[in-house]
């Protein structure tokens, strides 16, 4: 491990203007970042503790919804009584997400801002242009059984591993950070250009909160995921849905680079389509490599599934 300078942050001015610095990262839980830091794949200078900046609470909004802090632990936002009644596959995705050691460690901000489980990208011995903008990406002809099959690009086919980031994408949360609001959604960069460059984040930006919308009386959700192993595994396939008001809005996970929205499945619903025409229209556009096909009947299975359970 690169040797590197501590530092805790006092506020969050501090901690921004620490963050500005080159080869600087932020340090809530540390669940990715010390793995990473051990492997030799993150090599900051500076590495910045966040976690006693007040961002630690979850609290009602004046329209109904909640506001949780980016260093809410996973497994305190999991259990929380409002999270569980209102907002069920959130706490269903953090609950799949990891195992109930790491889920006490790891914090809101730093699970949107998990790096790919990619094995090249894991192995500094290999190119990646995650790690090495322009190295190559062996992944593409290489192990690739598990990696994305929509939304890749020549210069990646990694696939994102949060499961929490997923369900937040199917509820329209946004993430406020200290310079700006916008969707989960619209964190994530696509996979090409430079694929080092995984969200919109510049320098020095620090996640704060993310909000969850009110829900009309009587939506429902839920989070369905398939994995290798049924202990902590990452995500083979995921899917979140939200029935709110009529309407169903979906999001995949283990298929791309970031969460997957389903618009294509969405828009299908409205106009009528059946559940098993309207997983099709989404897979339409899939790409699988050599090795992965096999995810595109899998999430269609799993589409109807998830749209079938919320349904009844």
């Known amino acids: ?37 051990r492997l030799g794949v993150e090599r900051p200078a500076l590495v910045i503790d966040v976690t006693r900046l007040g961002l630690d609470r979850i609290e009602e909004t004046d329209d109904g919804g ?22 069920q596959g959130l706490s269903s995705a953090l609950l799949h ?15 949107l801002l998990q790096r790919t489980r990619c094995a090249y990208f894991q192995d500094v011995t290999r190119p990646c242009n995650k790690r090495d903008p322009g190295s190559g990406c062996p992944a593409h002809d290489g192990e690739h059984r598990n990696l994305a099959i929509l939304g890749w690009s020549e210069q990646c086919v990694a696939t994102h591993p949060s499961d929490m980031a997923v369900s937040l994408v199917a509820f329209d949360a946004v993430v406020h950070t200290s310079r700006r609001s916008l969707l989960v959604e619209a964190l994530y960069r696509p ?50 849905a939200v029935l709110s008001d009529g309407d169903m809005r979906i999001a995949l996970g283990g298929v791309a ?20 025409e309207a997983a099709e229209a989404e897979l339409e556009e899939a790409r699988p490599l050599r090795d992965n096909a096999y995810k595109v009947k899998l999430a269609r299975n799993l589409i109807v599934q998830a749209l079938e359970e919320l349904a009844r």
Do not use: C
Not at 197 to 216: K, N
């Open 1 to 37: 491990m690169r040797t590197f300078a501590y530092e805790r942050a006092r506020d969050v001015e501090h901690a921004t203007r620490l963050g500005s610095e080159t080869e600087a990262t932020f340090l809530g839980g540390g669940t990715n970042l010390v793995d990473l830091m």
């Open 66 to 87: 909640l506001r949780i802090g980016a260093a809410v632990r996973n497994s305190d936002l999991a259990a929380d009584s409002r999270v569980q009644s209102r907002y």
């Open 97 to 111: 997400g990891a195992s109930g050691q790491l889920r006490n460690m790891a914090t809101t901000a730093g699970n």
């Open 191 to 240: 996979p090409d250009g430079d694929p080092s460059r995984e969200t919109v984040l510049d320098r020095g930006e620090l996640i704060e909160a993310v909000e969850l919308p009110a829900l009309p009386a009587g939506s429902n959700s839920l989070y369905l995921k398939v994995r290798e192993r049924a202990s902590f595994s990452f995500a083979v396939v995921s899917v979140a």
């Open 257 to 276: 680079h970031k969460p997957w929205r389903a618009r294509r499945a969405e828009q299908a619903l409205r106009e009528g389509a059946d559940f098993a």
